[in-house]
Structure formats: C-alpha cells, structure tokens
C-alpha cells in the first residue's frame, strides 16, 4: 500500500537562496514522523510546499496518491494544517471560525455540529468558544488552532509546532491526542522540542541547510549519540580522582567523565568504545573493588546530542 505522503526530489529557491535541495522521504499511514532541524533549514517552506500553500520548483509531493500541483483540491482535502503561528481571525470567536472553516470544507449541518462538539471537548476551548480570538491567550489561539485542522478529519495532518505556547499539562493532552489520532493517519508534526520526538514520534528526518540529513526512529538517531551504552553512576565516599584511574582501567571503557555532585557523592558518566554494551564489565568492577554505589544505569543516547552534531555549521537560510 502506497504511503499517504510520498515526496520525491523536493526543491525550492528563492532568488539565489536553495531553501529546499532535493528532499525525499515517505509517510505511512500509522507514522507520526518529527520533522527537525535548525530555525533557517527549510523545515516551514517543505511544510508549506506538502500543503500546496507554496508551490515547488522541482519534483514531486503525492498526498493520499493526489498531486499536490494537478490535484490540489483533492490533495488539499485529505489535509489538516496548523501553520506556525497558528494565524487566526482576530475578531471572529472560535464558534464562528469553525462553522466558517465546515462551511469551507463542505460539511453537512450535522457533521459540522458532530465534529465541532468533538474538537472543542478535545481541544479544551468551552470556556472561550464564545470570545474574540483577539482576546485568547497564545495557548488558546493554538488550540484553536489545532481544532481546525482536525475539524474535518483528516487523513493527514501537518503541524507546525503544535505545542507553542501550551503549559506543561496542555502539552500532556495534545500529545496523547497526537498519538490516539496516530492509528489511521499520517503525520508530520515539526518541533524544536526533542522530548516531544520521544513522546509521540515513531519516526524523525533532520533537515540542515534544505538537505535531508538523517531519517530513523528516535531510538535509531539516538543511538549515534555518544552517550549510547554509556553507564552513569554515583558512587559514595569515592573522590574523582580515585575513581578516575580504577574505571578507566575497565577494557571496554573509552572515556570518564565526571560532573559535580554534593559532598561526599562522586558522579561519573563512562564512554564505551564503538558504543559497545559495558554494563556487564562495569558492574563486575564495581563489585570487584568493593565501591558503595548510590546509582547505576545505562544511557540510551541524547538525541540533543545527535541534533547539535549533525546540524553544526548550517547557515541561516529559508525558514
């Protein structure tokens, strides 16, 4: 089965400025697919391309098997869009922006009344359906937002920083309405919050000066961090030094490091080599020298670390 969203050799230039370079990747249906990269990569104009709210200079975007350039209105009604910023009409209520919005899309009186009830439960906008947008606070005219692009339900939804602006509970809810949606839709969702990539995303793609540089699950990408097998412990009434020479004894280690801690409390991170598993070689050290060990644990990877290093270098550029 086809993926819902298919991009093959996406570009874009403005004037002299390549904001996109041949970007391809595919989203299946099922997939939440974090789209990264740094503020000038191109992450916006791809976005705003795969919506037909920007055209293309070159090659190809299929939603839901429609071109996007000689099907547009056919591409454009499998979408749900929440463009950054979530750009409102300031002196329309939610209550007329969504039956403005149904009317748009063609739904029946009872539809529009079923899925408005849905979205405004869902999206937690009861208490203001009923004021000017003008007055919401930058959290509200988010969720706002995010309840007219789902009003239609879509088999696809582009969300460009859909947590802007939110408080920490706020995030909580659109996240697990992100991943309850997740079954029957393809999703792409860009975000400079890499906690969210491990909260809803099955998979990322970075994009760095408008090339795609890296696509995997966050496991995947996270795994090309240093801190990937790393062990990280705290050891009581062991000073750095005295720890330092033992630990990097241990065949499997590379590298110590170490951080401050409170008096008495020695925390170190060690580094395999080829991020090989260590876990077993370090407890057995540990046991050996007869050290009191407070914590032990074996770290994944820090996607932060992976981003950082992939990105380093790039340009400003198209947003």
Request: some cysteine.
């Given at each position: 089965m086809a993926a819902l969203i298919e991009i093959e050799g996406l570009s874009k230039r403005f004037g002299d400025l390549l904001a996109v370079d041949d970007?391809?990747?595919?989203?299946?249906r099922g997939d939440v697919l974090g789209f990264l990269g740094p503020n000038g990569a191109g992450k916006t104009t791809t976005m705003r391309m795969i919506t037909g709210f920007l055209n293309h200079d070159g090659g190809?975007?299929?939603v839901c098997g429609h071109d996007v350039t000689s099907e547009d209105i056919a591409a454009k009604t499998a979408i749900g869009y929440l463009p950054e910023g979530a750009p409102l009409y300031g002196d329309m209520t939610p209550r007329a922006l969504l039956a403005f919005v149904a009317s748009v899309r063609g739904m029946s009186a009872s539809r529009a009344r079923e899925r408005t009830d849905w979205a405004v439960s869902r999206l937690g906008i009861e208490s203001v359906f009923d004021q000017p947008m003008d007055t919401l606070s930058k959290g509200y005219k988010r969720r706002v937002g995010l309840a007219q692009a789902l009003l239609h339900d879509p088999e696809v939804l582009i969300l460009d920083e859909p947590t802007d602006g939110l408080d920490p509970n706020q995030k909580h809810e659109v996240r697990s309405l992100i991943a309850d949606m997740a079954q029957d839709k393809a999703i792409?969702?860009?975000?400079?919050?890499?906690?969210?990539?491990?909260?809803?995303?099955?998979?990322?793609?970075i994009i760095s000066r408008g090339k795609l540089v890296a696509d995997g699950t966050p496991i995947e990408l996270a795994a090309r961090s240093r801190?990937?097998?790393?062990?990280?412990?705290?050891?009581?009434?062991?000073?750095?030094?005295?720890?330092?020479?033992?630990l990097a004894s241990?065949?499997?280690v590379a590298e110590v490091a170490f951080s401050d801690?409170?008096?008495?409390?020695?925390?170190?991170?060690?580094?395999?080599?080829?991020?090989?598993?260590?876990?077993?070689e370090v407890s057995a050290h540990v046991s050996s020298v007869g050290?009191?060990?407070?914590?032990?644990?074996?770290?994944?990877?820090?996607?932060?670390e992976v981003f950082r290093n992939i990105t380093t270098g790039a340009s400003a550029g198209a947003k």
């Open positions: 970007v391809s990747f595919a989203v299946d190809r975007i299929s792409i969702i860009s975000t400079h919050i890499l906690e969210e990539v491990d909260a809803v995303c099955s998979r990322a793609v801190y990937h097998n790393a062990v990280t412990l705290t050891l009581r009434g062991i000073g750095a030094l005295e720890a330092q020479s033992s241990i065949s499997g801690n409170e008096t008495g409390v020695t925390r170190c991170t060690l580094f395999p080599k080829a991020s090989a598993a260590i876990i077993a050290w009191e060990v407070d914590q032990m644990w074996v770290e994944s990877g820090r996607l932060e």
